[in-house]
């Protein structure tokens, strides 16, 4: 068997075209293979993280049922969770940002329209979402009392701009009645109608006033490490909260539509990648078929001289794999460079898009290539699956050579 | 690929001071308080209906929210002409003292004095689930169609804690917009005083039930004097209201109904 | 020429392992190629108009103002014009709706809602809704009885089952509130249960008399385009037609920015990915014709021996390549249209193979869609690719000192 082994090893050295073809066939696919899935989960990532900056966070707590009914008796005390401890035990932890969320009467002196009221901590806000940043007009929310930042469409309906000032009501807390005078200090926009048309923001303070929520809050949004670990993030934070009576969501259970979509497209890439992978096999089995035909007379020679031809049968697949092996090896580090590579050097998005994400307030500008090592998983293994697969054609095809036949062909 | 930008489910939660507003909205209709010996199930309950509404009607109200861990009172006074011209002043808690509303015609306003501003209020706005009360605007803005809108059935006469009492069954008619499939209800023999109404889903479930108490003699009309409305769902919650000093078809100054009466304090 | 033609076309079948390899890997590249862009394009396609039909479909033509403020005020006055309009268009696919904000009622519980009224007929060419039916019926045609299609969340969250009643009320123009009764004939379920728990969908004519709409007047007229269509020359053919003064037309990418940055930002990942199924079949192309070609320097070597000049040698080859890419690319072609045909008409469905998958229902059937200027141009490519592959080799053969080929095995 060594001395098989050292025969292969040989072998496959002893034609380096051949060698290199096969191998950079394979070493190709799964560069090739790599960069799709990186491609697409990046991209996933990096929608999917616009979303979770512009309103949901990572992961949120509140009162049961909040979620689903929206209403401020699912609130809960403002230092119901102990985020300082929480914090400390759990270093992935790294932000959080109370909030007040319920809905309004906004008025001006010449109109009014419905407007949802979100209370944030301008500070905390800052790492969680994209109100306490810079708005696309005016200054952003400071602790100071009795400003609020208007969605740039609401400000229009109303008719008012920076510096004017609007009239909120509400039926706050237990229906408590509540109406506040607030000076407009900068406008939202954030892309989204529907945002754009409604929100008001104002400090965590001021909302509590005007929803008679003193001391109590409807929401804790949390900031991870990692957004993309949200789901077991909350799972971790659901056992160790198990005896409050809150709800731990993450945004993926938000925004299920978001999962939905990313499940439906994991899914369906299968398609994609049948196709990818078909031709990268069909490759694979192309190079190693026709370097089987190239040496027929070789193995003929082999023959001749005592070599059974389950032994060229071994032989070759030992040579086979080792070529598939070494190839694989490399087309990871390849894949691993390449898009070490791409995270130095991205690709970036055409410039009117960048201006249109920079307009916008979010910072995307340039293709987003995954780095999870999960990426490699698919192309290791359907890239020697295919290697395997396209094996066993030619070495069965081996098995059934005579000598004579081999040597006669030319 | 994502595609969330939909926030309309949040957009569309409701708003709930509405409560008082909706209540401008009921007005009074006629008042047709006369009794003769033979009678359908329909003069029943237009005599029953009648008791309860004036040309012209004041009085004091107090709306109690009761829910197992708290409970909230409003109380406030009551001005109201025909179902055009109504006008509301709000009393207690302290906290809301001196609120006000003007509703002429379909235009409303409100008054809140620690800003000191009058607020228009849109008729969009009134169009919302009534969240802090177990009543929904729909009992409130249709309740004067109790005679047009359903098909009536007299089922007997029954004994109850406040006397005898015709018991009458409602059903809907096809294209009123009602979303019950049945109403039970109680009048008083005696003096048409409406006891109790129970509100029925299309499978047959009592979904709730409004009881009248208090019987007595308030603006010259025996009438009940309290309301408590008990969703079946939620037994543990209760919406009361409570109608004191209350007078019937007396003339109001028409200065009631001005916006300078908005921020006129007492 | 001609005889070098002949020569070439002999060639080809002098030899058919090798040629079948080089036909074989040619048809499964151009195969591949197609099947895979055909889903790309399908996919993205699907998911957008997904989120461009649940915001109001590709154009809509409303009320000036319309988009700044959805209210009943803004309004189409008179759809009988514009319907005539849009029908002068050629292959558009629209349906008038008159929407408001309101409220539905059930015995148990209220929510509020937006209710859409429309033309059932019309709206089949345009909306999902139709076909999104779990239980019960789509609106009928007439609109005669009072009816309403509601999501089945919000049928879950009213306690209400089909068939019985549930009220809506909404504002009118006159500010008065007014409310209808309906039955539930159908309920429907999209894979946004957000979307599920907020639209109600009934006949334009109950919708008018709840806002207090006359017969010719609606909220909007929904455009749907299809996937040849051009967005923005639609939108420009409608503004040209229409009376843009009391009107407002937009596409979607005029109203959702986030949507546009969204499907951009797609867009670009998708050409990511086109550029590397490409790659790979361009690689598998070369490898083959680079290793056919050092298979046969050998007889090029006798070749030049007997006295043919490289410049034929070369032609020669080139010859050979385009039968070869001509012959692989009809075969991978046809393959790849039979398969785009029957897959256009089954539809892929994806909850057949996963479980947890079945609540997407119809948004989990995946087609695939053939954009005719990726087709071709993946077709150029491939073509320029091949030559290029074999002109290397090529001008190698055909340089070989006549002793080294000879000894070349």
Known sequence: MTRLFKLAWRDIWRNRRRTFLTMGAILFAVLLISLASSVQSGTYDAMEELLVRMYSGDVQIHREGFHAEQTLSYSMEEDEIDWASLKARYPWASAASRRVTGFGLASSDSSSAGAIIVGIEPEAEREISIFASTPSEGQPLTGNRGAVLVGEMLAQNLGVTIGDSIVVLTQGYRNVMGAELYAVTGLLRTGSPDIDRSMLVMSLVDAQRLLAMEGRITQLVIRTDDFRKAVSYAGVLHADLEDSDVEIMSWRAMMPELEQMRTLDDAGNYVFYFFLVLIIAFEIFNTTTMSMMERVREFGVMMSVGMKPHQISILVALGLALKVLLALLAGLVLASLALGYLAQNPIPLPENMQEMYQDFGFSMDSVSFSTNPKIFVFPTVSVTAAALLSMVYPILRMRRFSPVEALRKT | MPFHANWHPVLLSRLSWRLLAILLLCGATNAQAQTTSSETVEEILRKSDSLMRGDTQTGVYSLIIVRPDWQRTIEFEFWSVGTDRAFIRITEPVKERGVTFLKIKREMWQYVPRINRVIKIPPSMMLQSWMGSGFTNDDLVRESSLIDDYTHKLLGEVETSDGLAYHIELTPKPEAPIAWARLLYWVRKADYVPLRAEFFNERGSRVRTVAHSDIRNEGGRTIPTRLELVEDRWPDRKTIMILNDLTFDQAISPSVFTQSNLRRTR | ?409
């Open chain 3, 1 to 409: 020429m001609a005889l070098l033609a002949k020569i070439a076309w002999r060639n080809i079948w002098r030899n058919p392992r090798r040629s079948g390899v080089l036909i074989s890997a040619l048809a499964v590249g151009v195969f591949s190629f197609l099947g895979g862009i055909a889903y790309i394009d399908g996919f993205s396609l699907q998911m957008v108009n997904a989120a461009i039909e649940r915001q109001g479909g590709h154009i809509q033509v409303t009320g000036a103002g319309y988009h700044q403020n959805p209210t009943i005020r803004s309004y189409v006055d008179r759809k009988d014009e514009v319907e005539a309009e849009l029908l002068e268009l050629p292959d558009l696919r629209f349906a008038p709706q008159v929407r408001t904000p309101g409220m539905i009622t059930s015995a148990d519980q209220s929510a509020g809602t937006v209710i859409i009224g429309v033309d059932p007929d019309r709206e089949r060419t345009v909306s999902g809704i139709p076909v999104s039916i779990v239980e019960g019926v789509y609106l009928s045609t007439d609109g005669a009885d009072n009816e309403v299609v509601i999501g089945e969340a919000l049928a879950q969250r009213l306690n209400v089952l089909l068939g019985e009643r549930v009220v809506l009320m909404a504002n009118d123009l006159d500010n008065e509130i007014s409310a209808g009764a309906f039955r539930v004939i159908g309920l429907f379920r999209t894979n946004s249960t957000d979307y599920d728990k907020a639209h109600v969908y009934l006949h334009q004519r109950q919708a008018r008399d709840l806002v207090g709409y006359g017969a010719n007047q609606v909220s909007a007229f929904t455009v749907h385009l299809d996937a040849g269509q051009d967005l923005s020359e639609v939108a420009a053919q409608l503004r040209a037609s229409l009376p843009t003064e009391e009107l407002e037309i937009l596409t979607w990418r005029d109203r959702s920015p986030l949507l546009v940055m969204m499907s951009d930002f797609m867009n670009v990942a998708n050409v990511i990915l086109v550029i590397i199924l490409f790659s790979a079949i361009a690689f598998t192309l070369a490898n083959s014709f680079i290793m056919v070609i050092f298979e046969r320097i050998h007889e090029i070597g006798i070749m030049a021996a007997g006295g043919i000049r490289p410049g034929q040698i070369r032609l020669m080859l080139y010859l050979e390549a385009l039968f070869i890419v001509v012959l692989g690319m009809l075969i991978g072609g046809i393959l790849a249209f039979a398969l785009i045909v029957w897959w256009s008409s089954v539809g892929l469905d994806l909850t057949n193979f996963s479980e947890a998958m079945h609540s997407f229902g119809v948004a989990a059937v995946l087609y695939p869609y053939v954009d005719w200027e990726h087709v071709a141009s993946g077709f150029a490519m491939i073509f320029i690719m091949v030559l290029l592959s074999v002109l290397y080799p090529a001008i190698k053969a055909s340089r070989f000192k006549i002793v080294d080929a000879m000894h070349h095995v």
